[in-house]
């Protein structure tokens, strides 16, 4: 090997180990975390994207993180409401009247004629394969101004104190409920590592 040619590829390798170490720097630098939660680059086919902060001008209302799939709004928020301490008993009152208020959200919008014929189609506890209850969770089919009919799942759970939220919605059709559910079973292993999925 030529002295010029083994210079080549000492500086090839160099460059690919500085590539490989400012990938890998940026992937560390674009970490999406708060209050001690990873939120994963991709899961089930989505996307993470762009994150909102609503703590510093709304104590207590936390962070709001989006995941870009093809057809859906994906949005997961965590926060506390200023509570000091949240049950991780998703039967507790204060779990369950969480959720209920974010029932109510939804209906809000209808009065503001964002949405229109909201209709709630089901009411379910998401538990993984052991049997442990994890996620209390809403459907809801309606029809919004931008997007015309949609289907809509609403999931809550209590998680190291703090209240984690996810709304997912998509274009009203066959197989979405499952779809929502399977994005929501993704999420277990994350908040739960001892969750095994298989």
């Known amino acids: ?17 500085v590539a490989v170490t400012a990938a890998t720097l940026g992937a560390a630098a674009d970490a ?3 209050y001690g ?3 994963p680059d991709q899961l089930d086919g989505a996307q993470v994207g762009e994150t909102h ?3 510093s001008t709304d104590p207590g209302l936390g962070y709001g993180v989006r995941y870009h799939k093809p057809g859906w ?3 997961v928020y965590i926060y506390d409401l200023g509570r000091s301490a949240i049950p991780s008993d998703l039967n507790s009152k204060v779990v369950k009247a969480q959720l209920a208020q974010a029932h109510g959200d939804i209906l809000a919008l209808e009065k ?10 089901g009411s379910h506890t998401l538990k993984d394969p052991a049997g442990h209850a994890r996620f209390l969770c809403e459907d809801f089919s309606y029809v919004d ?4 009919k949609v289907d809509s799942f609403l999931c809550l759970t209590s998680w190291q104190g703090k209240f984690v939220k996810f709304r997912l919605t998509t274009a009203h ?24 999925t298989h």
Do not use: C, I
């Open 1 to 17: 090997m030529s002295r010029g040619s083994a210079a080549r590829r000492l500086l090839h390798g160099a460059l690919t180990a």
């Open 32 to 34: 999406v975390s708060f």
């Open 37 to 39: 939660l990873n939120f």
């Open 53 to 55: 902060d609503f703590e």
């Open 73 to 75: 709004t994906m949005d």
């Open 112 to 121: 503001k004629h964002t949405y229109a014929e909201v209709k709630r189609t």
């Open 145 to 148: 101004s931008a997007l015309g």
């Open 173 to 196: 059709g066959p197989g979405t409920a499952g779809d929502a559910r399977r994005f929501m079973k993704a999420w277990m292993p994350v908040l739960w590592p001892e969750v095994q």
